[in-house]
């Protein structure tokens, strides 16, 4: 059986596929996909995401910026994970190798031409964003994370996203209440069958303490996805039958299974994270950004680690911190026991053994014989902004990452940080990490390269941080290739900065060694009447040769608009080492040539893109285009096979 861990249900995922996913749930939020949330004024997304615009390498060293937690609105319906802690940069008080503690820059791409520094309020905002300032220039990357997962259910009916979403809420309704934020969360989580028959998937919830979580009819399963690319979504935060709390589910499935969970603060000032469901777990666990009442530009700065044991037997966990500046070890937390298929929230904002105003790294070891953990890191940034990105196992180390969307200083205020880790065995010299950047929409040179200026010790991070780094070209667009001297990890922070709402959001960089030529996600929304859309992004990980890929579109007939049906475009091109978007937040079939998806407003369903050359991978954005307070962006990792 495949198996797939959700740690947060304010729900964590862990997916089993023919072996299962494990994905960690928090208290049910809005759904992504879900209608029931207040159609769209419809601003205009900026442009469109520059079809090929190559990843980000670098990643962001300061701390990330807390965005104040929106006390209104909910963020979109995409599944929470758990409270998200808001993964982005702070761009202000940029601690040595830590991230800036400034506002963090969002990750997202600009679906418009990128603006200098400075924001539009409206078009960053998932909720609210001008339909205008997004068509612009940057509209491309900021509509696509903007308003994911609201747009994803249409009005009338309840999506599947809904669904899962309510049972979240319900079930994780004290996750909310963890210092790390004040708002109550809710998630709900989408699963897609990656298979060629159709699957067969069972869940099991757990609360924190290791019990069982009893749930409606509605939310057991089990539940069948027709093959290649069926999906489903399910709300915890509608499901009466489940309790209020915090927990994880585990998804048993016959075929190979991918989940996503999205982490909303619903019916109140919107915060929202998204992250990716977990196959299997590492006895060892890199979280890059962490940080505790950590101060920036966006706001106070405090991390909530969720630890999901994806075993069936209790294990044992420590977690070392070692500083931003100097990479010294600062504490070693121990005493943590979790039950099997159980998820730990662990919030930085309160722990003892960490200074106030601190940012820094984990690692979480499980320290049992044969245990493993799966791990997703929140973090909040002031009272609205949440970041949130999936811990990395230590098999996931390398020497080459790629960063399909990098943002420096747009006009409407997007910029992407890039953070890396150094998990090698010594220092890291001066000019040693190059970030290869190459340009694929709006001005400035065509390419550049950046290199680290200080040196980066051994457990430490260093960002490639434009909000403060004045030496990096502005209004530039483009994708980034950075490569170490030894084993590192990335994540990509994206965050609009000086914008009239705080919104940010995260996602792992992409590993440039990868092999697979095809890629999923299991939730893409066409322009929904709750002003929930998508934005989806492919990358070359070749960069010597151009790679040729098909999108296949399929429907989700549950959760998309009546007479909707699959759709199927390409083979596009697109050049080595460059990425191909598709927004979705734009009206019509997407622009010309490779940008064109022909998805039709109200379409909610998944995608698998196949290349017939070239290794690909991919990430998501979800975002409200009519998003008018607090932080309706969110972005996750795709699933390559």
Not at 222 to 233: C, D, E, H, V, Y
Not at 346 to 352: Q, V
Not at 390 to 419: C, D, E, H, I, Y
Not at 462 to 485: E, K, L, Q, R
Request: aromatic share 6%; proline share 8%.
């Amino acid at each position: 059986m495949k198996k797939i861990v959700s740690m947060l249900l304010v729900l964590m995922l862990v997916l089993l596929w023919s072996s299962s996913a494990v994905v960690a749930q928090e208290p049910a939020g809005e759904d992504a996909a879900s209608p029931d949330t207040e159609t769209p004024t419809e601003t205009p997304v900026p442009t469109e995401i520059p079809t090929e615009t190559p990843v980000p390498t670098e990643t962001p060293t300061e701390t990330p910026v807390p965005t104040e937690t929106p006390t209104e609105t909910p963020v979109p319906t995409e599944i929470p994970t758990e409270t998200p802690v808001p993964t982005e940069i702070p761009t202000e008080t940029p601690v040595p190798t830590e991230i800036p503690t400034e506002t963090p820059v969002p990750t997202e791409i600009p679906t418009e031409t990128p603006v200098p520094t400075e924001i539009p309020t409206e078009t960053l905002v998932p909720t609210e964003i001008p339909t205008e300032e997004i068509t612009e220039e940057i509209t491309p990357i900021e509509e696509v994370i903007e308003n994911p997962e609201e747009e994803i259910v249409e009005p009338g009916e309840t999506s599947i996203i809904e669904e899962a979403d309510a049972a979240l809420e319900a079930s994780n309704a004290d996750i909310s209440s963890a210092a790390a934020t004040s708002k109550a969360l809710s998630t709900n989580f989408t699963m897609v069958n990656l298979g060629t028959v159709q699957a067969t998937v069972s869940l099991e919830y757990r609360k924190n303490t290791g019990a069982l979580w009893p749930v409606g009819a509605a939310y057991q399963g089990p539940f069948t996805l027709a093959a290649n690319g069926g999906s489903k979504q399910l709300r915890q935060y509608f499901d009466t039958d489940m309790s209020s709390g915090k927990g994880s589910v585990v998804l048993s499935s016959d075929q190979p299974l991918g989940a996503i969970s999205q982490i909303l603060a619903r019916n109140q000032v919107p915060s929202s994270g998204a992250y990716s469901g977990a196959s299997t777990g590492s006895s060892q666990v890199y979280a890059p950004l962490v940080a505790k009442q950590g101060g920036s530009a966006s706001g106070t700065v405090n991390a909530e680690i969720v630890i999901q044991n994806t075993g069936t037997s209790n294990v044992n966990v420590a977690v070392d911190f070692y500083n931003n500046s100097n990479g010294a070890l600062a504490f070693t937390k121990t005493g943590i026991s979790i039950p099997g298929n159980t998820s730990y929230y662990y919030d930085l904002s309160t722990e003892a053994g960490l200074p106030n105003n601190w940012f820094g790294s984990a690692v979480v070891r499980a320290t049992s014989a044969g245990g493993a953990v799966a791990v997703v890191t929140n973090l909040f940034m002031g009272a609205d902004l949440l970041q949130t990105y999936n811990g990395f196992a230590a098999s996931q180390a390398a020497t080459k990452w790629m960063n399909p969307s990098f943002f420096s200083r747009l006009t409407n205020g997007l910029s992407t940080v890039m953070t890396v880790q150094n998990l090698s065995a010594s220092d890291w010299s001066v000019n040693s990490v190059v970030a290869s950047c190459v340009r694929t929409q709006g001005s400035g040179p065509a390419n550049f390269t950046l290199r680290n200026t200080t040196i980066v010790k051994r457990n430490a991070p260093y960002n490639f941080n434009p909000v403060t780094d004045m030496t990096i070209p502005g209004n530039w667009v483009g994708a980034c290739t950075v490569t170490t001297p030894g084993a590192a990890v990335m994540i990509v922070q994206m965050r609009y900065v000086g914008a009239p709402y705080p919104e940010g959001a995260a996602f792992n960089a992409l590993d440039a060694n990868g092999t697979a030529k095809k890629c999923s996600v299991p939730l893409i929304a066409k322009r929904l009447s709750n002003g929930f859309a998508t934005v989806f992004t492919v990358q070359n990980l070749s960069t010597t040769s151009a790679a040729h890929v098909t999108f296949q579109y399929k429907v989700n007939t549950a959760e998309s608009a009546p007479g909707t049906t699959d759709v199927t475009v390409g083979p596009y091109t697109i050049p080595a080492g460059a990425s191909l978007q598709h927004n979705h937040r734009l009206p019509g079939n997407g622009g010309s040539g490779s940008l064109v998806h022909n998805l039709p407003d109200g379409w909610v369903g998944s995608v698998v893109v196949t290349s017939s050359d070239q290794p690909i991978d991919c990430y998501a954005q979800l975002t409200y285009y009519t998003n008018k307070s607090g932080d309706t962006f969110m972005a996750h990792n795709g699933f390559t096979y």
